[in-house]
């Protein structure tokens, strides 16, 4: 991955036209319905506008290369976790928070590096980033018994591995998959495919959705809109197949399955830690969105299933 | 099976910029971390620019909450005060600002709250308030509250009156409240000027002084602001 490769990558240029496309009609539609047709569409107007950003300085990474995109999922794996930390209230424990954040700074570096004696081809240290958290959960259990405390500390060492497994090592699997000799590729079509999943159950929820898909978990998902989705992800793979042309029947199925069945247990199992602690949204970072969780969830759900599903048929890297 | 208690951060549904302007604000490592960054970046600064002194370090606390209060004729006050205290009570370590001035564009309330860890001071509305998050914080221990009694920087030079408000904070308390006198600083960066001059500054800090005998009424606390103004102006000669 650098610029010149993204410029003379076909796939980096065929999803830089689809996203500006359906952004231009996105916007275009939007603005039919808040000016000419005076409809309440504020709040989707909102969300829309931090699209409008969010998108460039995606792209803007993947343009840039390896290294940007590597540390760019590792700073948002990091504000990730700060935003569970901070509504579950971990953030207090700076020892406890300190440890999962070098252990991110670690997810980044295994990344980054090869192996040192060689015996990996391809970039990236995957030994290493595979055991990390082996590492990190044992500095993690060390904590409480190097300060000689018991009390409440089970529910702090479980907030810590469970934010550092999932918003840092499984989200870091996207910083990993920048080594994959289809980066763009893989990449590119995990981030269209999970959002499109997303915007597919929020459509097809509001246009039929009529029976509760998990109430106690997130009462507005409904069955029709997890189908839709799941329909709508079944087909993305062979309609976006230049992503990866050498995939077969088996591998664009998984795909399919992993991303629109993945996506929303991931948007659910976020939803989950939201309904335990009471809270609406993990942050209001990003305008229209809420938090960084709430617009990654989906992702961290997908991303380290497909990479390991793809590990397992082709040599990645 | 007992419910796991989460105490999720009070600031959880306001942006950045919010969070920022709110007080008590939350802990934050990111911004504990650029807060000490820049405090040894501008103490380097202070030193070299405006070859800070410091006098009379022994007369701070070494525990428990207290008032430094000085002179101000100058954006460097706050910082000079802030560069006598160990790094490790910075976070602690709360000046008063104004809150009409400080707090209101972005980039003077990323200056005010994360760099110089401000106090938003309400001085021309609620006032009552603002006094109330004063004697919170002072309530608790290990808190330093940097005030500038006189309100606003001096446009001449001299130092000018200072409020009752001190007064009204320490009054019939046992706070410990240590008088400081900044001389150079208005020669530095005085009130209108874009950039400081590389003039040098001095620090004086005096001894502790309680007014725990002092009734809690207006008239005692005048006497109070005046004793204390009277005493920076004692550092001054």
């Known amino acids: 991955m650098s610029p010149q490769a993204a410029l003379q990558s076909e796939v980096f240029h065929a999803y830089f036209f689809i996203v500006l496309g359906l952004l231009v009609i996105a916007g275009l539609v939007l603005a039919v319905l808040k000016w000419g047709l005076k409809k309440p569409v504020d709040s989707i107007w909102t969300t829309y506008k931090s699209w409008l950003v969010m998108v460039p300085i995606l792209f803007g990474c993947v343009f840039a290369g390896r290294i940007p995109v590597i540390v760019f999922f590792c700073l948002l794996a990091g504000f990730g976790f700060k935003e569970f930390a901070r509504a579950t209230g971990l953030y207090r424990d700076w020892w406890m928070t300190s440890v999962v954040y070098l252990g991110i700074i670690a997810i980044g570096a295994t990344c980054l590096v090869r192996q040192p004696q060689g015996l990996e081809s391809g970039r990236g240290w995957y030994g290493l980033f595979i055991v990390l958290p082996v590492y990190v959960v044992t500095l993690i259990l060390l904590i409480p018994i190097v300060r000689n405390q018991a009390a409440g500390q089970l529910q702090q060492m479980s907030l810590a591995i469970l934010g550092f497994i999932y918003m840092g090592w499984m989200f870091g699997h996207l910083a990993f998959l920048a080594n994959a000799k289809n980066a763009y590729g893989y990449l590119l079509y995990l981030l269209f495919a999970t959002e499109v999943n997303d915007v597919g159950a929020f459509t097809f929820g509001k246009l039929f959705g009529k029976h509760p898909f998990r109430s106690n978990i997130s009462p507005q998902k409904t069955w029709e809109g997890a189908a839709g989705a799941l329909a709508v992800s079944m087909a993305l793979p062979w309609l976006l197949r230049f992503s990866f042309p050498y995939f077969g029947a088996t591998q664009l199925i998984l795909t399919g399955l992993i991303v629109g069945v993945g996506g929303q247990l991931g948007d659910l199992a976020i939803s989950v830690i939201k309904r335990d602690v009471g809270i609406k949204d993990m942050g209001a970072g990003i305008p229209g969105h809420g938090g960084i969780l709430d617009r990654i969830d989906s992702l961290i759900y997908v991303v380290p299933i497909f990479f390991h599903m793809t590990n397992y048929f082709f040599d990645m890297r | ?237």
């Open chain 2, 1 to 237: 099976m007992t419910s796991w208690n989460y105490e999720p951060a009070a600031d959880l549904d306001q942006s950045l910029v919010e969070r920022l302007r709110r007080f008590p604000r939350e802990p934050d490592m990111t911004i504990y971390g650029l807060r000490s960054f820049a405090a040894l970046v501008l103490r380097g600064w202070l030193r070299l620019f405006h070859r800070l002194e410091i006098e009379g370090l022994e007369h701070l606390p070494k525990e428990g909450s207290f008032v430094m209060v000085a002179n101000h004729s100058s954006h460097l006050d706050a910082l000079c005060l802030l560069a006598a205290l160990p790094l490790q009570k910075l976070h602690r370590a709360f000046p008063a600002a104004a809150k009409d001035y400080f707090f209101v564009s972005v980039p003077r309330l990323a200056m005010a709250a994360v760099v110089v860890n401000a106090l938003p001071f309400a001085r021309r509305t609620h006032i009552r308030q603002s006094m109330e998050i004063c004697r919170q914080l002072l309530a608790n221990p290990g808190n330093i509250l940097i005030l500038f009694p006189e309100g606003t920087r001096t446009g001449t030079g001299q130092i000018g009156e200072f409020k009752p408000g001190i007064g009204l904070l320490v009054a019939g308390t046992n706070i410990p409240v240590i008088p400081c006198y900044l001389n150079g600083a208005y020669q530095a960066w005085p009130k209108g000027k874009r950039l400081p001059r590389p003039r040098p500054v001095r620090l004086h800090i005096g001894r502790p002084r309680t007014y725990a005998n002092c009734p809690a009424d207006r008239e005692a606390s005048e006497q109070v602001s005046r004793d204390l103004r009277q005493a920076v102006l004692d550092l001054a000669a």
